[in-house]
Nanobody, 123 residues
């Protein structure tokens, strides 16, 4: 079992950058495939990016390709999401998740979730 806590959200202007972090505790962080999801008010939770257990492979939702970078440092049990060229439509609560299915985009396949961190991009 792993516990996840996100941090790093905030208010930023269009075109700005933010770096989200997800700290894992418990056992076996490096045995899980990790992902970031986001959920806007009134919307469904949607896939943003995923990364393999050792960090060698990544997968992105089309709208964030070239702007967001997912990474992990297993020695520190941390997952990150570097976000650049932010747009108002990126405004959402961002969640990190741990699961056992590689690069799955369905939130229901992830067993562990953080509480979320809010990202607001002003126009």
């Amino acid at each position: 079992q792993v516990q996840l806590v996100e941090s790093g959200g905030g208010l930023v202007q269009t075109g700005g950058s933010l770096r989200l972090s997800c700290a894992g505790s418990g056992r076996g962080f490096d045995t899980y495939f990790m992902a970031w999801f986001r959920q806007a008010p009134g919307g469904e939770r949607e896939f943003v990016a995923a990364i393999s257990r050792v960090g060698g492979s990544t997968n992105y939702e089309d709208s964030v390709k070239g702007r967001f970078t997912i990474s992990r440092e297993n020695a520190k049990n941390t997952l990150s999401l570097q976000m650049t060229s932010l747009k108002p439509e990126d405004t959402a609560a961002y969640f990190c998740a741990a699961g056992t299915v590689p690069y799955d985009r369905r939130p229901e396949t992830y067993a562990y979730w953080g509480q979320g961190t809010q990202v607001t991009v002003s126009s």
